[in-house]
């Protein structure tokens, strides 16, 4: 069963490649959404796809690509939007 995540990512995690990594994890994920960054510093996602797989990405946010330092990940569930794709803005 399909589920959607709300995800924000926060610490160092703008100017260190972390939405182009989301992007490519979530891809190799088989995941669907979007990631951007915001302007208060982090990074902030919705996710769609299997259980596993966002569990899985959700643990990879936990520590982003190697230049980030993420000091928290929070995690809400939501109403399925119907993505195709996975996007970074």
Known sequence: MKRHYNITVRGRVQGVGFRYNARRQA???GLDGF???????????????????LDEF?????TGPSYSRVLDVIVSISNLEGFTGFSAY
């Open 27 to 29: 891809m190799t994920l």
């Open 35 to 53: 990631v951007k960054n915001m302007p208060d510093g982090s990074v902030y996602m919705e996710v769609e796809g299997n259980q596993v797989d």
């Open 58 to 62: 959700v643990y990879w946010c936990h």
